[in-house]
């Protein structure tokens, strides 16, 4: 899934939007809760063991496929809202549900076993661009509802298959470890308690609505995605039940670097402490340039490992050039070489390519944890690891 928009500066980070959605057999209660997700976890390790998992490919490329206007997004509903709205496609789960979930059934018609919530932005601290900070909860649970009905017809056409629902929560556009003022590095325009009060708000509407798992994703700033693991693991505790949780990481230049600076392996020591069910690298870089920080994380993580690049590097226009020959050919041969447990697209990626993904991991066996050890592992901007 997605539409990330990764900031190319650090003191611009801006993200437009995202996707996914769910849920229309909403447990409702706490037991009835507890129940699913333990359901859920069961099917998800059953199948990464079975085989390479599919995720679906981006939203936005497949929403800008519509010419929506500004009373698109409005729909009857927001006829009089302040702000534009235009833009806010998380948005389009409440105004144009139709188009959100369509798209996810085309991503489970051309394959994907799982697809992401169209939530990439629905957190308060993102809405806040659109003044519609109190839209989320309702922007979560509608979107879980139409990733799930999608979900349901796909399952219905197929006796036997299982489609999953993955909840996308994104990396906001406001970060914790860098200032947006280039005259006082000192500053942050986001506390700690805030991003994490912004997780908790989304994760908890996500899990109500019957997402099967959380995906953490399009991570440029560790410490955000720290606070995301905190607020969601918070929520567990409270809730006295877990869902898998997936956390992806994006590298966005070639010295092989997160935004805020570290290496993937720095990185996998820093959420480590988690427990997450997979860990992998999504969006920014295309597949091929992807390959060596993807083997490093292959060799290190004692979870499933996960690979969903854009198309290629953006072109001069923002568009995105590789074909799906191009993507499941460079995915084909990650999964050859054992490297990956789900792979799917990011930004520019479509049906066609996640229906060539699909048949270039065919019959390729699912990489293999590796075993716990004892280990200290620290991280700054490089890993330390003291046997
Ligand atoms: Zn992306």
Known sequence: MSICNLPVLAVSVYFLEDSHMSASTRPVTTAALSAFAKASADALHALFEQRITLLDGAMGTMIQQHPLSEADFRGERFKGHPHDLKGNNDLLSLTRPDIIEGIHSQYFAAGADIVETNTFNSTSISQADYQAEFLVPELNAAAVAAARRAAQKAEAATPGRRCFVAGAIGPLNRTLSMSPDVNRPDYRAVTWDQVVAAYTEQARALIQGGVDALLVETIFDTLNSKAAVFAIDTLFDELGFRLPVMISVTITDASGRTLSGQTIGAFYNSIRHANPFSVGINCALGGRQMRPYIEELARL????????????????????????????????????????????????????????????????????????????????LEPLTVA
């Open 301 to 380: 993580a004692e979870c499933y490992v996960t690979c969903y690049p854009n198309a290629g590097l953006p072109n001069a226009f923002g568009g995105y050039d590789e074909s799906p020959a191009d993507m499941a050919g460079v995915l084909g041969e990650f999964a050859a070489a054992g490297f990956v447990n789900m792979v799917g697209g990011c930004c520019g990626s479509t049906p066609a390519h996640i229906a060539a993904i699909a048949a270039a991991v065919r019959g390729k066996t699912p990489r293999q944890p590796v075993a716990h050890t004892p280990e200290m592992r620290l991280s700054g």
